[in-house]
Structures are given as structure tokens and as C-alpha cells.
């Protein structure tokens, strides 16, 4: 069993560092799969009569609230914070993939551009 893809990677040959744990990466694949199965079934469901499509009202163009915008800053400055610091040191995110990311090491520069 290979602990990271970049172990796989090696023992078929290829030198590429990616800092993707195995069993998370199957996880991954295992929810995007059970994903479309799901819609699948329910499109087949909803053919045979058995659900019933229901109507929603979306208006469309309504300017966004403030909630909002708080919500797309914090989340543009958490991308940008660990965006920036990731792309000057891969290294770090290779060997220590969660212990970078629930760190408190970042880019303020790349934080507030991603605010």
C-alpha cells in the first residue's frame, strides 16, 4: 500500500511530487462516483413517476448582501493567504500536506490581493 501518489508514482518510474494522500484521493473518487450513481437514480425515479418535480421562485439579478460579500472576502483571503505562501513553498506543502494547511503560516500579500 503507498501512503501518497507520489510513492506510486516512484515505484512505476515516474519523479513527480504531488502532495495527495492515497486513501483520500480514493475517498474522493469513491464520493464523486457515488455522486453520479445518485443523480442517475433519481433521473430514473423521476421517469418512472415515482418523484414528482416541485417549482421554486429565484430572482434573478437581485444585488448580493452584505452577508455575502463578507463571506467572498474571508474565503478570497483564506485562498489567497495559503495560495501564495503554497506556490513559493511547495516543499513544505509535499512533506506536510494538513499540517500547511491548519497551520497559521500564509502570505498576508497574497491575502489581502485575495480579498
Known amino acids: 500500500m503507498y501512503p501518497t501518489i507520489t510513492e506510486f508514482l516512484k515505484s512505476i518510474g515516474i519523479q513527480l511530487q504531488l502532495p495527495i494522500q492515497m486513501f483520500g484521493f480514493f475517498v474522493a473518487i469513491a464520493f464523486g462516483v457515488a455522486a453520479w450513481l445518485l443523480s442517475k437514480e433519481l433521473q430514473r425515479k423521476q421517469s418512472e413517476g415515482l418523484l414528482k418535480p416541485t417549482s421554486k421562485v429565484i430572482t434573478v439579478g437581485a444585488p448580493a448582501t452584505s452577508f455575502d460579500y463578507?463571506?467572498?472576502?474571508?474565503?478570497?483571503?483564506?485562498?489567497?493567504?495559503?495560495?501564495?505562501?503554497i506556490v513559493f513553498n511547495y516543499n513544505e506543502l509535499v512533506n506536510d500536506p494538513p499540517g500547511l494547511i491548519l497551520s497559521?503560516?500564509?502570505?498576508?500579500?497574497?491575502g489581502l490581493l485575495g480579498l
Open 104 to 110: 497559521l503560516k500564509g502570505n498576508l500579500i497574497g
Open 70 to 85: 463578507i463571506i467572498s472576502g474571508l474565503l478570497g483571503f483564506f485562498i489567497g493567504f495559503k495560495g501564495l505562501y
